[in-house]
C-alpha cells in the first residue's frame, strides 16, 4: 500500500496563507479553488504542495463549501499519516494545504492492465475504512491518482464521512466505495475481475438504488439548472461548446492536417483553451489565428495555438489526450512514464519543451 518517503511537518493551524507560492492553478468550481505550488513551514522549510481555498466562493455556495471544507479536514487529521493519501500540512482562515506527490489522475493515467495498482488502491481503501472513514466519491476517476511509484492514492475528501462497522448505514458506504473502485477495474482490467467482484459490481445497495431513482434527478436539476453547476473538474462550456468549434475552422485550413483541443486553468480564474496543430504544409501560428478570425466571425478567445510536428498517438491510433492534456496544464513530470513507447516519449518531449503554457515560470521569481 501507499507509504509516504519523507516524513511531513506537524500540522500548523491558524497559518499565513502568504507562506503558500502558487505555480499553477489546477481546479477551479463554484465551491473552491486547488493550485499547486510550495508551502514554507514555520521553521523556513519548503515543501511541494496542493492548496485548496474557498475564500472568494459566491455567497450563495458558501454555506456549502465551508460544510465540504469542514468535512476534508476533518477526514483528513484522522487518515493523513495512514498513507493513503497526501499528508494534511496546514489549516488557515478559508484555507487548507497538503502535500503534492508526482503522479497522474485514473482518466490521465490509465492503468490498462496494471494489477499493481488496483492491489494497492484495495489496501489503500481498506486502510482508509479500518481508520474509520468512507471517501464517498470515489467514483470520480479524478479521486484515484496512480503515483509516480504506481501506487495507488486517495485525493479529495470533501465528502469523507466518519462510520462504525457495526451501522449498517455505514457498512453500506463502506460497500459502495468498494463498488466504486471495481467499477474502475472494470474499465481498466476487465479480464482480472473475479467471480465474487463480478457479483458486487452487479449488486448496488438500496440506498444506491433509491439515490438513482429519485434523488440523483434532483441534485442534477438544482446544481445543474437552478445553481448552473456542473461537476466536470471546472472545465464548462468553453470545452464542451466552443473548443470543437475552434478545432474544426482550425481543421479547415488547408494546410493543418490534425487538430487537438485541450484545457487548463488560468490565473485569472477562468477555464483556457489550448489547441495543438499539426500541419500538412509550412504555416505560421499568426496565419492559423488570421484564418481563425475569418471562420469564426464572433472570434472566441483561443489561449495558446501551439504547432507541433505530429500529435501523438497510442497504438489503436487515437490521439493521446492523456499526455496533450498534461502538457496543455504544464504538469509534466509523468510524461515519460506514461508515454509507453520510446517513440512516443521522444515526439511528447519534444511537444512539451515548446509549450506555451508555463504558468510556473510567471508566478514564481527567477533563482
Given amino acids: 500500500m501507499p507509504r509516504q518517503s519523507v516524513t511531513p511537518p506537524p500540522l500548523e493551524y491558524d497559518a499565513d496563507p502568504a507562506r503558500f507560492a502558487v505555480d499553477t492553478v489546477l481546479k477551479r468550481d463554484v465551491f473552491s479553488t486547488v493550485e499547486r505550488g510550495t508551502w514554507t513551514d514555520r521553521h523556513g522549510r519548503e515543501w511541494p504542495a496542493v492548496r485548496r481555498r474557498w475564500n472568494d466562493v459566491s455567497l450563495w455556495f458558501a454555506p456549502i463549501a465551508y460544510q465540504l471544507a469542514a468535512h476534508e479536514i476533518h477526514a483528513l487529521e484522522k487518515v493523513t499519516r495512514t498513507g493513503v493519501t497526501t499528508p494534511l500540512l496546514a489549516v488557515g482562515k478559508r484555507f487548507l494545504v497538503r502535500g503534492w506527490i508526482d503522479g497522474a489522475p485514473l482518466q490521465i493515467a490509465r492503468p490498462a492492465g496494471d494489477m499493481h495498482f488496483f492491489h494497492s488502491a484495495r489496501a489503500a481503501l481498506l ?12 467514483a470520480k476517476q479524478q479521486n484515484w491518482l496512480r503515483g509516480a511509484d504506481g501506487e495507488a492514492w486517495l485525493m479529495d475528501f470533501q465528502l469523507a464521512l466518519p462510520f462504525s462497522r457495526r451501522s449498517k448505514l455505514g457498512r453500506v458506504l463502506a460497500y459502495e466505495d468498494l463498488r466504486h473502485l471495481l467499477k474502475h477495474k472494470r474499465t481498466y482490467c476487465p479480464d482480472r475481475l473475479t467471480p465474487r467482484e463480478k457479483k458486487v459490481l452487479a449488486t448496488k445497495s438500496l440506498p444506491t438504488r433509491v439515490w438513482m431513482a429519485t434523488g440523483k434527478k434532483v441534485y442534477r436539476f438544482v446544481t445543474r439548472r437552478l445553481m448552473s453547476y456542473s461537476d466536470t473538474e471546472g472545465r464548462g ?75 501523438p498517438k497510442g497504438p489503436d491510433g487515437a490521439v493521446r489526450d492523456d499526455l496533450l492534456l498534461l502538457i496543455a496544464r504544464n504538469q509534466i513530470e509523468m510524461l515519460d512514464q506514461l508515454s509507453g513507447s520510446e517513440a512516443v516519449r521522444l515526439q511528447v518531449a519534444e511537444i512539451a519543451r515548446g509549450r506555451l503554457n508555463l504558468t510556473d515560470r510567471i508566478t514564481r521569481p527567477a533563482a
Avoid: C, W
Fill in 127 to 138: 486502510t482508509l475504512h479500518r481508520a474509520g472513514y468512507v471517501h464517498n466519491d470515489l
Fill in 237 to 311: 462550456p468553453r470545452v464542451t461548446q466552443v473548443g470543437p468549434r475552434i478545432a474544426a475552422a482550425l481543421a479547415s485550413h488547408p494546410a493543418v492536417a490534425e487538430v487537438h483541443m485541450s484545457d487548463f486553468q488560468t490565473l485569472g480564474g477562468k477555464v483556457g483553451l489550448y489547441a495543438f496543430v499539426a500541419p500538412s504544409a509550412p504555416v505560421t501560428t499568426d496565419a492559423l489565428r488570421a484564418h481563425l478570425s475569418t471562420a469564426l466571425p464572433d472570434r472566441p478567445h483561443l489561449d495558446h495555438l501551439q504547432i507541433v510536428a505530429a500529435l
